[in-house]
């Protein structure tokens, strides 16, 4: 399974440190994005793009930015959602 945090702290803080290790240890492929390094590319569809870059679309989207949901980050998850990845 394949999962994404996301988060606007670094790997290096303890919440993000803790959870990427408990993921590690049950074997999922786990990977920490910025919200804000996503690009929303609307054409005939929507999709997205990370620092540029298309991705490979997770099963898992952990959603860790508390207080600071701007509208931008919203739009992000939505776009996960209308690609079917389950948002938690």
């Not at 945090?5 to 990977?31: G, M, W």
């Not at 860790?64 to 980050?73: C, D, L, W, Y």
Request: with cysteine; proline share 3%; hydrophobic share 35%.
């Amino acid at each position: 399974m394949s999962v994404i945090i996301l988060s606007k702290y670094k790997e290096t803080a303890y919440n993000n440190e803790r959870l990427l290790k408990t993921f590690d240890k049950a074997d999922l492929d786990v990977r920490l994005m910025h919200p804000n390094k996503f690009d929303v590319i609307v054409n005939k569809g929507k999709s997205l793009r990370y620092e540029g870059e298309k991705f490979e679309t997770p099963e898992l989207v952990l959603v860790r930015t508390g207080s600071a949901t701007s509208p931008f980050i919203t739009s992000v998850i939505k776009q996960f959602e209308q690609d079917r990845v389950q948002c938690i």
